[in-house]
């Protein structure tokens, strides 16, 4: 009765000991100091199988011989091995004299060491053998069936704590895996939005993004001025990508979308019971955005009445929720966009000039696309593998024909309209060489306007484009990086153009990059 206490006590203070750990290398340490404390054997180790060798290593090995055959990391295989018959049996297995019976492949190391006995017990976890306990002794003999009996309930405490550990630390190994995913997904998404915000290089929208950098960091409110098409949602997700609030909520509102009836509630929330048929209460989009940004888009068709709550969220930060009487504190990043002219609005009376100017503070005009040609062929062949990917069909090229009728539309609807166009081209087309058919585009063109020192013939844009890009590459022709690639062109066929248009190396260009030019 005495011992059964003591056996009682022992192995819950094991048990208490082994499941505290969280990490593997802790619990070997526990499982060595524990085994030493209740097992008066010479050597003490456990085995766990490894599924992928079909062989067992060695862990917590603790011994009083000089000189371990089989020590820490050691390993050894399945086939032949008493811990394999072990594991293969699920029960334990006596050598009551390894001098007379050393019939397994790890005896005659043990005899080696000087162990005279052996005892291999299973580390079982609902019938799923996880490895084995192994205890040695120097003199040779039976072992107390009692002492047997506390191995295997010591050796099924070791397995479960074994068993936790692993699943902790698999769980913690899918956490970190789905963590560096989600960075990585999150890294792509940002990639893409500032890859569609850099896709131009003409001055009119280096200097747009030059704004965005600038005033990015702040908190200022910023005012995206431009016609629909533009790409204003586009650049306003950028600003909230760049900014300090880039891991906080971005809300968009079209204003031009929502009934004037409902417009409050959806900006501002209700409470229950505040109008008709609101049984619950709601936030507004206020409150979504709360330490974020909220992208007020189409800002000139917001009704009056909402205009003089707005003003008062950007003056004091305070939300009045429809049938509430406590105002509700908000820090929210603002960033309107219209392409109505305000300053006739205010004129008109349907927009109010407070507001106008509590939105004016830092305004930026995002060009049309007429007045940016220069970037035409950039977009088209961004949105080109943009979309090609999207629908399964990569590698695409354009035809010089389609750039031609690019380059000379007048793209009333913008950035927008060139997407739309080159999705429509590319699902019409059969092959990787994708042609813009005059029926794409719309009978009535007007003629795009000259602004500045923008070239005034399709040979002059052509000439400007191709100079460019190959100013870009170093000249150099060929390859993935080469002018005729990022051209949509044969290299030959980039080559006659060259000849066509009368487009030269600059003798002053470096003797590497005119021999990269033919590579």
Known sequence: MQRATLNFETLLEVTNALNSQRDIESLWRVIADQIQKVIPWDRAGITLYEPSTDSFRFYAVITNMATPALAHDSVIPR?????????????????????????????????????????????????????????????PGTPDPDDCK????VATQIAYAIDHVLAYQQIKQLSEQLRRENEYLAAEVKASRDLRLVVGTSPSFTKVVDLLKAVAPTDTTVLLLGETGTGKEVLAQALHDLS????????RVNCAALPSGLIESELFGHERGAFTGAQLRKPGRFELAHTGTLFLDEIGEMPMETQAKLLRVLQDGMVDRI?????????????????????????????????????????????????????????????????????????????????????????????????????RAIILSHSSRVTVEEMLLPLVNTPPKQHGVTPVNLGDLERHHITEVLQRTKWRIYGEQGAAHLLGLNPETLRSRLRKLGIRRPATSSPESQSMSDR
């Open 323 to 423: 049938g509430s009487t406590h105002p509700l504190a908000v820090d929210v990043r603002v960033i309107a966009a219209t392409n109505a002219d305000l300053s006739a609005a205010i004129r008109q009376g349907t927009f109010r000039a407070d507001l106008y100017y509590r939105l004016h503070i830092f305004p930026i005009s995002v060009p049309p696309l007429r007045e940016r040609r220069e970037d035409i062929p950039l977009l088209a062949q961004h949105f080109l593998a943009q979309i090609g990917t999207k629908l399964k069909r990569p590698h695409l090229t354009f035809d010089t024909q389609s750039m031609a009728r690019l380059l000379t539309y007048n793209w009333p609807g913008n950035v927008r309209e060139l997407q739309n166009v080159i999705e």
């Open 79 to 139: 086939k032949g091995s008493a811990v394999g018959w072990v594991y293969d049996h699920r029960r334990p297995h006596i050598r009551e004299d390894l001098q007379q019976q050393q019939v397994f492949l790890e005896d005659g190391y043990y005899v080696r060491e000087g162990l005279g006995r052996m005892i291999n017990l299973p580390l079982l976890v609902r019938e799923h053998c996880l490895g084995t306990l192994n205890i040695g002794g120097v003199q």
């Open 150 to 153: 506390f191995l295997q309930q």
């Open 244 to 251: 300090t609030r880039c891991d906080k909520p971005f809300i």
